[in-house]
């Protein structure tokens, strides 16, 4: 049990489907991140929330919308998305951003028809 | 371009060999560097942090070395169990607080 839980674990979406992923760290941690993991390719740094502040956006189109309503909880809203967005999502969390140990969640795997 | 690179992408070792895992990154200007594993389908399991002004880290069976002049780490496993396999990911934050992962070496222990 890492402390990072994920919800759905799994998730199938229509390009015009609107869906959110949700983060949850029971860690006391300060710092979350959203990662894309596509097949064949490096882990993708997301988002970076500090705070619950933004901190990091790495160029993500719009179509992918964070929320981070307290440090405990973290979202990512879905709207129209294209299957190559299909994907393992992962959240993780950390005590301070990035120079500390991040622990990760499950991920979410996300299929977009 | 800040990279970091695992090869080979994958290894397979019969069980109780001793292996050692390999991360080359392209610039020497690092805050840290951490080994992950990755079970299939899961998240990802930190195993060991290495700050920039350290050589080396140990935990139990792994030990991770660290050399920022010729850009490489490397991860030992002692003894290998089949329980190890999984595939193993390098991660450098760099010095403009850049993260990047390499795309991994994928283990298999043969028992």
């Not at chain 1, 799994?10 to 949850?24: A, Q």
Request: charged share 15%.
């Amino acid at each position: 049990e890492t402390g990072v839980t994920q919800t759905p674990r799994h998730l199938v979406m229509g390009m015009t489907n609107k869906k959110s992923l949700k983060c949850e760290q029971h860690l006391g941690h300060n710092a979350m991140y959203w990662y894309k993991q596509s097949a064949k390719k490096p882990l993708e740094l997301m988002f970076v929330y500090n705070f619950k502040e933004q901190t990091e956006n790495n160029s993500v189109p719009s179509r992918f919308s964070p929320e981070c309503p307290n440090s405990s909880h973290l979202f990512l809203h879905l709207h129209t998305l294209q299957p190559e967005d299909s994907a393992l999502y992962l959240c993780a969390s950390s005590l301070a951003t990035l120079v500390e140990t991040q622990y990760f969640g499950p991920g979410t795997r996300l299929l977009v028809l | 371009k800040q990279e970091v690179t695992q090869i080979p992408a994958a290894l397979s070792v019969p069980e109780g060999e001793n292996l050692v895992l390999n991360c080359s990154f392209t610039d020497s200007a690092i805050y840290n560097l951490q080994w992950f594993r990755q079970d299939p389908g899961k998240g990802l399991t930190s195993l060991l942090l290495i700050q920039s002004s350290q050589r080396e880290q140990t935990s139990g069976r792994l030990n991770a070395s660290l050399d920022k002049s010729s850009g490489r780490s490397t991860l030992y496993i002692a003894a290998s169990q089949p329980g190890d396999s999984a595939t193993y990911l390098c991660a450098v934050l760099f010095g403009n607080e850049k993260l990047t992962f390499g795309t991994g070496t994928r283990l298999t222990i043969i028992p």
